[in-house]
């Protein structure tokens, strides 16, 4: 190539990269409710130990900073927004409650929240799933004092909600034989418990307007650093035990969801196995390009799993290897495979009957 081409080419990318993005966004906004595998945040403001506002937390992330993600960088519903086209939401607690900063969306996930109410209390505060969704409630209460409630409603019913919740209900709730549970309940009949409060839920959201919703299932939190560590697991087998429960969850809310989707005709919910795209991940581990499959980025003990992850010098030096950023979440390399998956099943089909895109660019129903 002659050098005046290049040149050109090289004018023609820089004024490219600076062209905003007039693409309209393919929903209005974007709201999450859920626990430390979506928390942006909300923790930063609460007294508790699950927080991730500390180094090395979000050190890949776009800012290299802490910023209250559970990861060293981005977390799923970040790859989704900038998908849907729109900015990274905010947490509900670290805005200042003006709806311009809500407008496209907000985050009230909170790290150690369950479905139960008091699941994860013994980690400090949280923002339980009723309160958080108390909380949407409010933001709607707000949209339609400045927007009037023709307009608030459109903007509600055609945005996402993305929730992701549960996975605290077993690790803090019923692994722990919290008020004797496990002699009250059966795992399958806590299970049935959980998924119809879930269930309850998610029919208040739709008389709230709510009309598309993505359900994210338990990922396989038997294969966690913590337990491989807690159960002494030799050779980073995950927890057959742990796992089942996961599955049987996952199971379960699928169905209540395809049941739901049928009674709720105008709505559109869809299920995603995050099971299904996390085993994948481990077992394809090669393809995906990482080669430390059992052991945390970060922590301290066996597999990394004894403790949390504290401060820098826990940490390895570079995660993009590592499926397991801390005993309990993903690296953000695991995060954008799974994003990629919500959105289009890219590498693997978890969600049902649609993926997210489809979701967002079918007419209304
Ligand atoms: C509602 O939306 C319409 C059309 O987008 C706009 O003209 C109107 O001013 C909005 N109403 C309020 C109260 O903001
Ligand atoms: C759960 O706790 C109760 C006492 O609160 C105890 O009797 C029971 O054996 C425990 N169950 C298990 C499986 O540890
Ligand atoms: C993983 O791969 C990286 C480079 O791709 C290499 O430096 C590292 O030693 C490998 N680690 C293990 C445990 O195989
Ligand atoms: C981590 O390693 C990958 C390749 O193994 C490399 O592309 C990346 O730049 C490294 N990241 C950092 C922060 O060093």
């Given at each position: 190539m002659d050098a005046s081409i290049i040149v050109y080419l090289i004018v023609i990318s820089i004024l490219l990269s600076f062209t905003p993005s007039t693409a309209e966004p393919l929903a209005p906004a974007f709201f999450v409710i859920g626990d430390s595998s979506v928390d942006s945040g909300t923790n930063n403001f609460l007294g508790t130990f699950a927080r991730a506002d500390h180094p090395p937390y979000g050190r890949d992330f776009d800012t290299h900073q802490?910023?209250?993600?559970?990861?060293?960088g981005r977390i799923p519903v970040d790859f989704l927004a900038l998908r849907l086209g729109l900015p990274f939401v905010p947490s509900y607690l670290g805005q200042n409650g003006a709806v311009e900063d809500m407008i496209h969306g907000v985050n009230y996930a909170s790290a150690g929240?369950?479905?139960?109410?008091?699941?994860?209390?013994e980690l400090g505060q949280h923002i339980s799933f009723t309160q958080q969704i108390q909380q949407f409630t409010d933001t709607f209460q707000q949209f339609i004092l400045t927007m009037g409630e023709d307009n608030a409603t459109t903007l509600i019913s055609n945005s996402i909600l993305y929730i992701s919740i549960g996975i605290n209900d077993y690790i803090h709730y019923y692994l722990l034989n919290v008020s004797n549970v496990n002699n009250l309940y059966l795992p399958w009949h806590f299970n049935q418990f959980l998924a119809s409060s879930l269930r309850r839920e998610l029919k208040n959201l739709y008389n709230l307007n709510v009309r598309k919703i993505v359900v994210m299932g338990l990922a396989p939190i038997g294969c966690a650093p913590h337990y491989l560590w807690e159960y002494g697991t030799d050779n980073g087998e995950c927890v057959e035990q742990i796992n089942d429960m996961a599955i049987e969850f996952n199971f379960l809310m699928r169905h209540i969801v395809e049941k739901l989707a049928e009674e709720l005709r105008d709505a559109n919910i869809i299920f995603c196995d995050v099971y299904e795209g996390s085993m994948d991940i481990l077992k394809n581990h090669d393809q995906y390009g990482?080669?430390?499959?059992?052991?945390?980025?970060?922590?301290?003990?066996k597999y990394k799993g004894w403790f949390m992850c504290l401060s820098p010098e826990m940490a390895c030096s570079n995660a993009s290897n590592y499926i397991w950023w801390d005993q309990f979440h993903p690296t953000d390399t695991v995060n954008a495979i799974l994003a990629d998956n919500i959105w289009n099943g890219q590498h693997t089909k978890m969600c049902y009957p649609m993926h997210l895109q489809d979701m967002v660019i079918q007419k209304a129903k």
């Open positions: 802490p910023t209250g993600r559970f990861s060293n929240a369950g479905i139960i109410a008091s699941s994860g209390s990482f080669n430390i499959t059992s052991e945390a980025c970060c922590g301290f003990g």
